[in-house]
């Protein structure tokens, strides 16, 4: 995938966010990452990219602050590649895209895995959204509003739940 | 961006996910249905899109029963774009990178927006991981399980949380 347009500068954060990913490379470096992976050999062999592909991405991600290179373990020549808390960071985004995928996916058989909790081995329930009372949050529950008037009551758009 | 790579069947769910998506510009049309927008004309405006990409980012997203096509409520000849319940299940994968960006950006006083409970106008909590008993989980706290055999305890790799 190749990106044409930069949301650096967006104003919204999603955007901004997904400027820092890229495509959908990143975040699967990011994944694997999270699962212990850290030498530029093993990412690909587990990705199946291109070198050049996967050299760039790694590249974007350490600018971005979400991996950080260290010197390999073995004590070899080598480098790898760790996650920074930023990129640790990105795992309920992560959690999110997995468990859109278990509820909405045309074929759910054909997910490999489940998240679980490690201690209990149960899956773990979806992402929740509270309030900062406690409550419980449907996308309808929120809405947007000025970062600089945010004080002022109910004046965003409401999120829409139709 | 251009779609290099299909994952459309691949085992993880997050590369599906990533597969319905697309790109950059596909999650950022969904934040602007969650927002209200229906009409070809106005994510056009808002999103500042070259028609052609808008128009083919929209068709994927109907393919991918995202969103679906209805007549225009005005009555005009005109159709309009209205997400499906896959389509407002994609909040929490927005939330996700809303709060990455919040917490890790290098700029966060360039966000616009802070999204805050409808009722009581203060902004959300992040988002939460819960066990199915209720505890409340780092990714530190959790592990991939291949999914035939999940009933197995820890018997996936550890998530890395150093």
Redesign the interface.
Known sequence: ?????S?E?D??????????FG??WS??II?E????VRRFSEFQARLGMAKNILASRLRALVEH?ILEIVPASDGSAYHAY??T??G????????????????????PD????????????????????????G?L?A?????????SV?????T???????
């Open positions: 995938m190749v990106k044409r347009t949301f500068h104003p919204c954060p999603v955007a901004r966010a997904l400027d820092a495509d959908g975040l699967l994944r990452a999270l699962l212990g602050g760790r996650l808390p930023k640790r960071g990105a795992f309920p985004i992560l959690v999110a895209l997995r468990q859109w995928s278990e509820e909405f996916d045309a074929h054909e997910i490999a895995t489940v998240l679980v909790d490690r201690d209990g081995g149960r899956p773990v329930r979806k992402l929740e959204l509270h309030a900062e009372d409550r949050l996308p309808g529950d929120t809405t947007l509003q000025p970062r945010r004080k002022t009551k109910k965003g758009a409401r999120l829409s739940s139709h």
